[in-house]
């Protein structure tokens, strides 16, 4: 059996499904379960667990011979965020799956490091040094920006204008890969026991959110151009929404990194598992009709 930490969201979902479809028991491992079960029906096996506390999560992931974290606190306010989830919830959910004897395939970032300006990619090399130091044999899965999420963000912004709300001013590119991909990686790693002491990277595609922006309005039939919040109000936000809403000053410093190349610039990745990449319109074509 594999519990997938996460297992409602973008990702984890994805990983279920491929997991199952390679004939796996699957244990999904959420706060809110209710919710994981409506998206994923009654075939799969939910529990409530909540990685940013060990109490109860042995008993969660007990008889599984691999865990996978999937979970992530970027959108978390106070006591929900990096630092809680990323960091010390997957530290906690490692020495619980050490203690069952798992494996951990950990779902990290493109880019993590602990010297990062941005908090989930400090919290996010954190957790990895965890694993690393920790008994257990495990693979950590970096990936870049998932397209579906940039996608839902600028399908949300566009409203009914039908123009999308690009943060900055959308010419830097950005590595960008579909979250169908990421998946596919991580359910390999969690099956595959040859990829133990690996950090898999995921590449991607470099494209700039204007490229994505209007590949979406093309999909879409909207017209118009893409209107820009620009990078000044970014850093403002960033800066001046730490004290009282540290999630939105979280969004604005990571969109801002992102717009102006901090994020992809440096990054060197290869493909590790050369992945059956999915291409843009593909993405664009499923995410459109669904
Ligand atoms: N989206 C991206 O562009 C991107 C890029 C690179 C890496 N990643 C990484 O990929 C992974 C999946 O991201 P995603 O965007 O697919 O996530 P997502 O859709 O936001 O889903 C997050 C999942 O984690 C669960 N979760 C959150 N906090 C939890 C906690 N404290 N305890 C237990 N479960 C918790 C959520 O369910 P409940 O709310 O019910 O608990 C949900 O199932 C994350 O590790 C993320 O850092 C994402």
Redesign the pocket.
Known sequence: MIVV????????RLVVSDLAARGERVRV????AG??RSVLGDDVEVVA????SRDGLDELVDGARAVV??????LGGRG?GPVQ??ER?NASLVDAATAAGADVVL?S?LGASPDSPLELFRAKAHAEQHLRRSATPWTIVR????LE?WLAILTKTAGTSGRPLIFGRGDSPIRFVS?GDVASVVSRAATDATLRGQVLEVAGEPLTMTDLARALQDARGWHGPPRHLPRTVLRTLAIAARPICPAFARQNHTALAMDTGQLTIDIQAANTLGLPARTLSDVIARFVAS
């Open positions: 930490a996460g297992g409602s969201g973008l990702l984890g491992l959420v706060r809110d919710r994981a667990g909540d990685v940013r974290s999937a979970v992530h606190g970027f929900a989830v990323d919830g779902v970032v990936p870049p920006a998932y999420t979250a």
